[in-house]
């Protein structure tokens, strides 16, 4: 993908930081992987299966799952896995596609890449595609390139104010959708009082932290439920619904479709 023109990367809704539930599984789907899905492990352990072949999961592991895979996986419910998976499709012909499998020696820019990229959509701002696309190519180019030479690139410092603060809580809420945050909790982790917090997070993320809790579960519910081949019963149980009947509802009013219809 070096030679692709970053207009030419399709770019798709289906990305997320997340840390997966304890009863987390992949199952095989009913059809091979429609797009190319870039699958990177921050941590825990797990099992992955690719086209026949076992794969170990683990810190620093990155998949670029083609069209046409099949794949299903497991993790450790006692060392869940942490990862980022971004899908998006290519509308011209490729050359030099990284390889399906590598392990990333130094993960420090790397994750950097995927932490932009996945911010980019926390937040709508001008210009953010076309930003998003080149950050996906530069990705691809980190693979081919540790690939080709095996060299990465170094640290680099970030910043850390308040609309980084507020931006980092919002990708937390966003990798564990299914844990029981309050405004008080998510305020106390990033040391604002809750008032200011509140405040604070719905004039950057453009929601207020209730309705992002609840816009990030059902995100995360979709892609379950398409993805991961689960039950409607065991994703409402994976991200903290008793009822699955609210669930239900709840799923309904944000997406305009019963659980069901997606599964």
């Known amino acids: 993908m070096l030679y692709v023109n970053p207009e030419n990367l ?42 026949g072949k076992s794969y170990p999961l683990e810190r620093g592991h990155c998949f670029l799952f083609k069209p046409g895979d099949v794949t299903t996986a497991t ?11 971004i899908h998006f499709d290519v509308s ?9 499998h590598r392990v990333i020696e130094n993960t420090i820019r790397f994750e950097s ?26 990705l691809m180019i980190h693979l081919l390139r540790q690939e080709r030479e095996g060299k990465v690139e170094k640290e680099e410092d970030h910043s850390t104010n308040l609309f980084e603060t507020i ?7 966003q990798q564990h959708p299914g844990k029981p945050h309050t405004v008080k909790t998510l305020a106390e982790r990033a040391n604002l009082s809750e008032r200011y ?7 950057v993320i453009g929601q207020t932290v209730k309705s992002y809790i609840i816009f990030s579960r059902i995100k995360r519910a979709e892609h379950l439920l398409h993805y991961a081949g689960m039950t409607v019963t065991e994703t ?6 008793n009822d699955l009947h609210f669930f239900s509802r ?3 009013k944000y997406t305009g479709k019963n659980p069901s219809d997606i599964r």
């Open 75 to 85: 993790h450790n419910p006692q060392n869940p896995l942490v990862l980022t998976y």
């Open 250 to 252: 709840q799923f309904k």
């Open 10 to 51: 399709v770019l798709k809704s289906s990305l997320a930081t997340i840390h997966c539930e304890p009863n987390w599984k992949w199952r095989k789907r009913d059809k091979p992987m429609p797009n190319y899905d870039l699958f990177y492990v921050w941590s825990g352990e797990g099992h992955l299966i690719l086209n």
């Open 92 to 100: 011209e012909s490729i050359r030099l596609v990284p390889a399906s």
């Open 167 to 173: 931006r980092e809580i919002a990708n937390y809420i």
């Open 236 to 241: 409402a149980a994976a991200l903290g619904y």
């Open 113 to 138: 890449l995927l932490t932009q990229y996945v911010r980019l959509f926390l937040v709508p701002s001008y210009g953010s595609e076309a930003e998003a696309k080149l950050l996906l190519k530069q």
């Open 197 to 203: 917090f509140s405040l604070k997070f719905k004039e």
